[in-house]
């Protein structure tokens, strides 16, 4: 049977929306399929050294349950991003939700190949010194050629 | 049943149960038997997809003392 392949694009870089590429990678490379994920705008952000500026926010994003319902001119105070953020990484401990960067470490582990988009990195003005070394660099031709290739192909 | 190993995955949620086990099968001969205990009720389905797609048989699964049990064997 032939490797079936997974090409993922993160646009992303908020906490919620870091784990959907971490997961279905990391699960989809212990099934054997070979995976690459195309980070690209914001998710740039998860190709960063740390990943402990990875925040979430309560503010336009009403869906987001809440332990206490909060009106909109709160959630815009200072401080609250960072406090939903520590309450929502309390709750994925307790939860035994892996972190981001232990998923992240298990991708690598797991040769998930990690590429930058070389254009939104040139346009946030981003160092390759910022970002772990296991990034290569390229562009949307590099995601086609495997994307092309590939069994599933999703943009989170 | 008789196993070879164990993998505790109690209070791990996915995609732990399933990423772990891989692990935890990678160092077992072929024929063997990994024994897995998971509290996450998404890992029963999970499992069995997981065995499907990897050629790992799930020999059994069961629960026990309220935990989901399973036995893979090593393709």
Known sequence: ?156 | MEFSKEFDASGLACPLPIVKTKKALADMASGQVLRVISTDPGSVCDMAAFAEQTGNALLEQGSENSKFVFYLKKA
């Open chain 1, 1 to 156: 049977m032939a490797t079936k392949k997974m090409a993922l694009i993160a646009t992303k870089g908020t906490l919620d929306m870091a784990y959907p590429p971490f997961i279905l990678a990391s699960t989809a490379a212990a099934l054997g399929w070979d995976v690459q994920i195309f980070f690209t705008f914001y998710g740039l952000q998860l190709l960063r050294t740390s990943l402990d500026d990875i925040k979430i926010s309560p503010l336009a994003n009403p869906a987001m349950p809440m332990p206490v319902p909060m009106p909109v001119m709160v959630q815009m105070l200072p401080g609250m991003e960072s406090m939903a953020t520590m309450m929502m990484k309390n709750k994925m401990k307790s939860k035994g939700v892996a972190s981001l960067q232990e998923l992240r470490d298990i991708c690598l582990e797991a040769d998930v190949k990690f590429v930058a988009c070389q254009m939104t990195v040139d346009l946030f003005e981003f160092e390759a010194s910022e970002f772990i070394k296991d990034v290569e660099y390229g562009g949307a031709a590099t995601f086609m050629k495997f994307a092309g290739e590939s069994d599933v192909c999703l943009f989170i």
